[in-house]
């Protein structure tokens, strides 16, 4: 089965500071999507990468996919307090199908 | 405006007690998941639904049990099978495969259940 790494598990970053979250794949990513997620609340869809190589932005946040298709980065520029919240990968592990695999997550603070 | 519904949004169980969550959706979607969420763990797919009356077991599928009489519906149920029930569950639902859309999964707020 399809297996994804996050790293960090969490990170702590002061206001206005660069940050990057990866995820990692043991198998080919036939689809990679990026999702964030407030405590006790559902995840919010920010971002789906197909190709290798592929790059998306949103606002300050950009996502990337290596040409191999096993890596995704997300990086978020000059974070602020509403970056704050837990960042999920989920991956499309049969190419055509609906399910998604999930990393474990990335928990990310962000201190004024 | 359309979405998914899950309530409650806290739930307590006792021993021995079979509990049910519900999730309703009004996007006119076809499939329909249920996922685990626990610290540290990410989400973990307990049941999923691809059409009315038909579904299928996830990665974690003991102890609980779903149905889908309809296809706005899909309840769970907490059994008492389950022995580690603690935990925020999450219900989503995803369009046709043929609509291909950049977003695969819309999200309910999700369901805190908590053992007494």
Redesign the interface.
């Known amino acids: 089965s399809q297996e994804l790494e996050q790293s960090p598990q969490s990170l702590i970053v002061q206001e206005g500071k660069n940050l990057t979250i990866n995820c990692t794949s043991s198998k080919t990513l036939y689809g990679l999507y990026w999702y964030k997620q407030k405590y006790g609340e559902g995840l919010i869809f920010l971002m789906m990468l197909q190709k290798g190589g592929e790059e998306k932005s949103h606002e300050k946040i950009t996502a990337k996919l290596d040409e191999k298709k096993q890596q995704s980065s997300l990086h978020i520029t000059a974070s602020q307090p509403s970056h704050a919240g837990i960042y999920l990968c989920g991956a499309d592990a049969t190419g055509g199908g609906n399910k998604l695999t999930f990393g474990t997550g990335t928990q990310l603070k962000v201190e004024l | 405006d359309g979405g ?1 519904t ?1 309530s409650p949004k806290y739930l307590f169980r006792k021993e021995g007690q079979n509990v049910t969550l519900s999730c309703e959706q009004n996007l006119n979607h076809d ?1 329909m ?1 249920w ?1 685990r969420q626990d610290p ?6 307990i049941y ?1 639904s ?1 059409i009315v009356n038909d579904f299928q077991k ?2 974690i599928a003991e102890g609980y049990s779903v149905s889908r009489e309809k296809k706005e519906s899909f309840p769970l149920t907490v059994t008492s099978a389950q022995k580690n029930p603690t935990a ?1 569950y ?1 219900c ?1 639902s ?1 369009p046709p ?1 043929d609509r291909d859309p ?9 369901t ?1 259940l908590s053992v007494l």
């Not at chain 2, 999964?105 to 999700?110: A, I, K, N, P, R």
Request: avoid cysteine; aromatic fraction near 20%.
């Open positions: 998914i899950q499939a998941y996922y540290g763990q990410g989400l973990r797919l999923y691809q996830g990665d925020f999450l989503a995803s495969l950049n977003e695969k999964l819309f999200f309910g707020s999700g805190q």
